[in-house]
């Protein structure tokens, strides 16, 4: 199984980035899909959280700012990150529980990481 995540670049403070993150290779289902990120110094943090049923779980920092949202159809989980702000600027990492087979544990699976700046 492997996460492939995208979308991230440069902004400027105020606006927008929409991240991807496709789940592709041997998967019979997805539990909880999420977005966590780290910037330099400092631990990676939870960002977003989304279950397989739709509901979804924020950090403080992003509440009304980020909306997680995912497409089970195409093992997708995105992050449309709205009014931007530098201390934003961080690694985005997307995070995947995945079963790959129906009496396969559940598993947790990294995506590799995309960089946001957010910076005038």
């Known amino acids: 199984v492997q996460l492939q995540a995208s979308g991230g670049g440069l902004v400027q403070p105020g606006g927008s980035l929409r991240l991807s993150c496709a789940a592709a290779?041997?998967?019979?289902?997805?539990?909880?899909m999420g977005w966590y990120r780290q910037a330099p110094g400092k631990q990676r943090e939870l960002v977003a959280l989304?279950?397989?049923?739709?509901?979804?779980n924020y950090a403080d920092f992003v509440k009304g700012r980020f909306t997680i949202s995912r497409d089970n159809a195409e093992n997708t989980v995105y992050l449309q990150m709205n009014r931007l702000e530098p201390e934003d600027t961080a690694v985005y990492y997307c995070k995947a529980v995945i079963e790959r087979t129906l009496i396969d544990s559940s598993r947790d699976y990294w995506g590799q990481g995309t960089q946001v700046t957010v910076s005038s």
């Open positions: 989304i279950t397989s049923g739709g509901s979804t």
């Open positions: 290779g041997t998967i019979f289902n997805i539990n909880a």
